[in-house]
């Protein structure tokens, strides 16, 4: 199972380019005309530095967003409502991610958004099922990744980057650093299969360290702990003091923190083997700099431990383990409809149905079976719609009304009920009312355009 690694950092940078020439203007529009909202970025594995790395960006414009695996995003639950998530799957199908991605529906977020190195996904099925989700899926021309997440991350990086930095000039800006390189071989010279390694990282880093961590552990090259620079000073040094003879630093730096890591890194003892991960750039693109460097960290490591980390071999648990199925465990199993908890929800403006005393859910479910009855029994001559976000979903603006809407819309004037629609558009609601109703109907509809200020047809 996997590639090669070294095959793999072959095509990083042809994949780099590809990523920053890929168009993002309309992923752009969608997240950033959101970003009031908190943000869940949700990932497993190796994309979950690709989310962190996505943190970071959103953060730049002054909403807070937290990276979370599938099954934390689950016990947030109750802090999804009227979040934005955005799900970041290379393939789009594992068992974690589509959990994720129920648990988000089901608990009405504002927004959800999907990044997927793989067209036509499962991921991509569900997120074409509602109305508040957005699918975002690419092809990444390097093809499935080895064992390691390696190019399609590098390729998250680079359409993340471009995301949130439009205006940037968004070429390949990396070059081979020779000095790097023959640091990383000195280092090597000075450690051995053994020894434990703790990562230090500060701004643009901190996604670098989660994905060192990652790869460290994933590919079992070595035991490895991470901190920003700080912490590391609550304690955590006491490693260095106990287990200096076969610990080690690597230390990421970009131009905001390199003075603080210098400072940090001259009080450590001098017989402690540091590798520097630097980088000149002060923006975002810092990250992508940091992350190719790493790689060949990796592959190094690989070496010492006679492990290919592209391909290290995956145990038959192993293989349980990643497709176990336990959505299952998690169904709360009291027989409510989700139709039925999103309307008790927007009643007691609860942030979660679970959160309701099971006197309020009791009253609450008979209070709703009590207006269905109501409504069952009445008789209507008009039925008033919102168009926007109602019988038009914002992903069918520039469509109009989708053919299971415009069905129920005919059913309804087929009963010879009067249909209004309030919009605060003009004759584009008609023209598209038009498109999807026979004109024998046309009659029993009446718009109110412009907030109703003019009222026709």
């Not at 450690?191 to 670098?208: A, C």
Request: aromatic content about 10%; hydrophobic content about 35%; overall charge neutral.
């Amino acid at each position: 199972m996997g590639k090669p690694f070294k095959k793999e950092l072959e095509k990083v940078r042809d994949t780099l380019d590809w990523a920053l020439d890929q168009p993002a203007d309309e992923v752009h529009d969608e997240i950033l005309h959101n970003s009031k909202k908190p943000l869940f970025v949700v990932g497993s594995g190796g994309s979950l530095s690709a989310c962190s790395y996505a943190v970071q960006l959103y953060q730049q414009h002054g909403t807070m967003a937290k990276s979370v695996t599938p099954l934390e995003l689950f016990y947030s639950r109750s802090t999804l409502r009227q979040s934005n998530i955005l799900f970041i799957s290379a393939s789009g199908k594992n068992t974690d991610i589509l959990f994720g991605y129920k648990t988000a529906i089901g608990y009405e977020p504002n927004k959800v958004y999907s990044l997927c190195m793989k067209k036509n996904s499962p991921l991509a099925k569900l997120a074409s099922e509602s109305s508040i989700t957005k699918s975002f899926d690419y092809n990444i021309p390097s093809g499935k990744d080895g064992f390691l997440a390696t190019n399609s991350l590098v390729a998250f990086f680079g359409i993340l980057y471009k995301i949130f930095n439009p205006e940037v000039n968004t070429t390949n800006k990396l070059t081979e650093d020779t000095i790097f390189l023959n640091d990383l071989q000195l280092f090597i010279s000075r450690i051995s299969p053994d020894f434990t390694f703790t990562t230090l990282y500060g701004g643009w880093g901190q996604p670098i360290a989660v994905d060192i961590e990652s790869k460290l552990a994933e590919a079992a090259l070595a035991d490895v702990l991470i901190s920003d620079y700080r912490n590391f000073g609550h304690g955590r040094h006491h490693w260095f003091d106990k287990r200096k003879s076969n610990s080690a630093i690597i230390a990421l730096i970009t131009p905001d923190e390199e003075k603080l890591a210098e400072k940090t890194l001259a009080l450590l003892p001098s017989d402690i083997p540091i590798l520097r991960i630097k980088t000149n750039f002060t923006d975002a693109f810092a990250s992508i700099d940091l992350l190719v460097k790493s790689f060949y960290l990796i592959s190094e490591l690989g070496n010492i431990q006679n492990i290919d980390p592209g391909r290290p071999g995956v145990p038959a648990f192993g293989s349980k383990l990643y497709n176990l199925k336990y959505s299952s465990l998690y169904d709360l199993n009291d027989r409510i409809s989700d139709n039925e908890k999103i309307a008790i929800v927007r009643k007691t403006d609860s942030p979660t149905y679970h959160q309701l005393s099971d006197d309020e859910r009791k009253y609450w479910s008979e209070a709703h079976k009590s207006f269905k009855k109501q409504l069952k029994a009445a008789r209507f001559g008009t039925i008033v719609f919102d168009y926007d976000g109602t019988l038009c979903s914002a992903k069918n603006r520039f469509n109009g009304v989708d053919k299971e809407v415009a069905a129920s819309l005919i059913d309804i004037l087929e009963k010879g009920i009067v249909i209004g629609i309030a919009t605060g558009r003009g004759k584009s609601v008609r023209k598209d009312l038009q498109k999807a109703i026979p004109e024998q109907y046309w009659s029993r509809i009446i718009i109110g355009y412009y907030n109703c200020s003019d009222i026709g047809f």
